[in-house]
């Protein structure tokens, strides 16, 4: 079952727009992780996010946690062509160990 | 290049045959995970393994298993095959087995099942 759930399911931006995506979760988390995947590669991690953070930034990236809301987003500034990929949100499966529970993911296409 | 390395890169075979997907994780990490991602379900966890011991399970099937060797690579193995196994099927590394470890993932099996 998805512990996370990112909205929009697909998003079409131009480059140099910005691009946002949320993720709604279910339990309490430690953490909160985003991934990339493009097309039919494996998963890169791009940022975690603690349960006592608010905002992470890492280069053009910027995530948000709201944990009263059960929600994340993640914020891609400048988009890029390169940027086109699905970005999953991850957070941890509790009495399954660590392993990670993701979400079905938001495609990104950017097109330039 | 995460640095997990996962073989074979695709696998065609038949239903109810049997078949072995290996991974080697990143050099240093002694966590494995194993996942299945397919249209339909998404990225499912199937299991993990630490220092050669089965440290999770998720929804793995009982037609499926895994273990990790001396060396910490990993194997998965599905057997009696069915159409709707084929998947991409990713191998993670991490440090170690705690929730802020990031884990490193391969490139991905593509096991289709005709």
């Known amino acids: 079952s998805q512990q996370g759930e990112e909205d929009p399911q697909a998003l079409s931006i131009q480059e140099g727009e910005n691009a946002t995506m949320n993720c709604s979760y279910k339990?309490?988390?430690?953490?909160l992780q985003w991934y990339r995947q493009n097309s039919g590669r494996g998963l890169v991690h791009l940022i975690l996010?603690?349960?006592?953070?608010r905002e992470k930034h890492s280069g053009r990236l910027r995530v948000t946690l709201d944990t009263s809301k059960k929600s994340s987003s993640l914020l891609i500034t400048a988009s890029r062509a390169a940027d086109t990929a699905s970005y999953f949100c991850?957070?941890?499966?509790?009495?399954?160990?660590?392993?990670?529970?993701f979400g079905k993911g938001t495609t990104l296409s950017v097109s330039s | 290049d995460s640095g997990v390395t996962q073989t074979p890169k695709h696998l065609i075979t038949a239903t109810g045959q049997r078949v072995t997907l290996r991974c080697s994780p990143r050099?240093?990490?002694?966590?494995v995970y194993w996942y299945q991602q397919s249209l339909d379900q998404g990225l499912q966890f199937l299991i993990q393994?630490?220092?050669?011991?089965?440290?999770a399970k998720g929804n793995i099937l009982e037609r499926f298993s895994a273990q990790q060797f001396p060396d910490l690579h990993s194997e998965l193995n599905l057997s009696s095959l069915e159409l709707g196994d084929s998947a991409l099927y990713f191998c993670?590394?991490?440090?170690?087995?705690?929730?802020?470890?990031?884990?490193?993932f391969g490139p991905g099996t593509r096991l289709t099942v005709l």
């Open positions: 993670a590394s991490s440090v170690y087995a705690g929730e802020l470890n990031e884990q490193f």
């Open positions: 339990t309490s988390i430690n953490n």
């Open positions: 996010i603690r349960s006592n953070e």
């Open positions: 991850a957070t941890h499966a509790g009495q399954a160990g660590t392993a990670l529970i």
């Open positions: 050099s240093g990490d002694l966590s």
């Open positions: 393994y630490y220092n050669g011991e089965e440290r």
